[in-house]
Protein backbone atom coordinates (compact mmCIF):
# COMPACT_ATOMS: atom_id res chain seq x y z
CA UNK A 1 0.00 0.00 0.00
CA UNK A 2 1.41 3.25 -1.22
CA UNK A 3 1.74 6.30 1.23
CA UNK A 4 -1.26 8.16 -0.38
CA UNK A 5 -3.59 5.21 0.57
CA UNK A 6 -2.03 5.60 4.10
CA UNK A 7 -2.53 9.18 4.42
CA UNK A 8 -6.17 9.19 2.85
CA UNK A 9 -7.52 6.25 5.54
CA UNK A 10 -8.83 7.77 8.54
CA UNK A 11 -8.64 4.61 11.06
CA UNK A 12 -5.36 2.61 10.17
CA UNK A 13 -5.59 -0.72 10.95
CA UNK A 14 -1.90 -2.63 10.93
CA UNK A 15 -4.11 -5.42 9.56
CA UNK A 16 -4.77 -4.37 6.28
CA UNK A 17 -0.82 -3.07 5.79
CA UNK A 18 -0.32 -6.94 6.53
CA UNK A 19 -2.43 -8.27 4.31
CA UNK A 20 -1.26 -5.68 1.49
CA UNK A 21 2.11 -7.01 2.21
CA UNK A 22 1.07 -10.85 2.03
CA UNK A 23 -0.67 -9.94 -0.89
CA UNK A 24 2.02 -8.68 -2.75
CA UNK A 25 4.15 -11.66 -1.89
CA UNK A 26 1.24 -13.87 -3.55
CA UNK A 27 1.15 -12.12 -6.38
CA UNK A 28 4.90 -11.99 -7.18
CA UNK A 29 4.99 -15.40 -6.38
CA UNK A 30 2.58 -16.09 -8.79
CA UNK A 31 4.47 -14.29 -11.39
CA UNK A 32 7.57 -16.17 -10.48
CA UNK A 33 5.58 -19.04 -11.10
CA UNK A 34 4.14 -17.82 -14.45
CA UNK A 35 7.55 -16.87 -16.10
CA UNK A 36 9.40 -19.89 -14.81
CA UNK A 37 7.56 -22.66 -14.84
CA UNK A 38 8.29 -25.90 -13.01
CA UNK A 39 10.40 -28.40 -15.57
CA UNK A 40 9.84 -32.34 -13.88
CA UNK A 41 13.18 -33.85 -14.19
CA UNK A 42 13.35 -36.95 -16.38
CA UNK A 43 13.67 -40.04 -13.43
CA UNK A 44 17.12 -41.57 -13.72
CA UNK A 45 16.58 -44.98 -12.38
CA UNK A 46 13.61 -47.71 -13.29
CA UNK A 47 10.67 -46.77 -11.01
CA UNK A 48 9.09 -48.91 -8.21
CA UNK A 49 7.49 -52.47 -8.94
CA UNK A 50 3.65 -52.28 -8.19
CA UNK A 51 2.46 -53.03 -4.59
CA UNK A 52 2.14 -56.59 -4.06
CA UNK A 53 -1.21 -57.76 -4.09
CA UNK A 54 -3.17 -58.47 -0.36
CA UNK A 55 -2.94 -61.84 0.90
CA UNK A 56 -6.11 -64.15 0.44
CA UNK A 57 -7.88 -64.92 3.20
CA UNK A 58 -7.48 -68.52 4.45
CA UNK A 59 -10.39 -69.60 6.52
CA UNK A 60 -10.66 -72.64 8.60
CA UNK A 61 -13.22 -75.43 7.14
CA UNK A 62 -14.45 -75.99 10.74
CA UNK A 63 -15.98 -72.09 10.79
CA UNK A 64 -19.83 -71.79 11.20
CA UNK A 65 -20.46 -68.66 9.57
CA UNK A 66 -18.82 -66.28 7.92
CA UNK A 67 -18.66 -62.43 8.19
CA UNK A 68 -19.23 -60.30 4.91
CA UNK A 69 -15.95 -59.68 3.98
CA UNK A 70 -14.79 -63.00 4.90
CA UNK A 71 -16.76 -64.71 2.45
CA UNK A 72 -16.15 -62.10 0.27
CA UNK A 73 -11.92 -63.29 0.52
CA UNK A 74 -13.28 -66.93 0.54
CA UNK A 75 -14.88 -66.71 -2.99
CA UNK A 76 -12.76 -64.15 -4.74
CA UNK A 77 -15.54 -62.03 -5.27
CA UNK A 78 -16.37 -58.35 -4.21
CA UNK A 79 -18.61 -57.82 -0.74
CA UNK A 80 -20.90 -55.75 -3.12
CA UNK A 81 -21.44 -59.03 -4.92
CA UNK A 82 -21.93 -60.76 -1.35
CA UNK A 83 -24.68 -57.68 -0.26
CA UNK A 84 -26.24 -58.11 -3.57
CA UNK A 85 -27.07 -62.00 -3.47
CA UNK A 86 -28.23 -61.17 -0.04
CA UNK A 87 -31.11 -58.30 -1.30
CA UNK A 88 -31.74 -60.81 -4.06
CA UNK A 89 -32.47 -63.76 -1.70
CA UNK A 90 -29.85 -65.59 -3.28
CA UNK A 91 -27.66 -65.79 -0.06
CA UNK A 92 -29.39 -66.37 3.49
CA UNK A 93 -27.72 -64.30 5.93
CA UNK A 94 -28.15 -63.94 9.96
CA UNK A 95 -27.70 -60.76 11.87
CA UNK A 96 -25.76 -60.94 15.19
CA UNK A 97 -25.29 -57.59 16.70
CA UNK A 98 -24.11 -55.32 14.55
CA UNK A 99 -22.43 -58.12 12.02
CA UNK A 100 -23.98 -60.04 9.14
CA UNK A 101 -22.85 -63.35 9.26
CA UNK A 102 -23.90 -66.00 6.16
CA UNK A 103 -23.57 -69.94 7.73
CA UNK A 104 -21.14 -71.75 5.76
CA UNK A 105 -24.19 -74.59 4.61
CA UNK A 106 -25.58 -71.43 2.70
CA UNK A 107 -22.47 -70.31 1.22
CA UNK A 108 -22.03 -74.12 -0.41
CA UNK A 109 -25.77 -74.10 -1.50
CA UNK A 110 -25.14 -70.60 -3.03
CA UNK A 111 -22.02 -72.19 -4.91
CA UNK A 112 -23.74 -75.33 -6.24
CA UNK A 113 -26.92 -73.68 -7.55
CA UNK A 114 -27.30 -73.38 -11.21
CA UNK A 115 -26.27 -70.39 -12.80
CA UNK A 116 -29.25 -68.46 -14.23
CA UNK A 117 -29.76 -64.96 -15.69
Given at each position: ??????AQ???????????????????????????????????????AP???????????????????????????????????????GK???????????????????????????
Amino acid sequence: MGDFQRAQMKHRDARVSAMAQHLRAAVDLWEEIHLHPFKKEEPSELPAPPPAPPPVVALPSEKLAYGIKEAAGALGVGRTTIWRAIKDGKLSAVKVGNRTLIRTEALQAWLSAPVGR
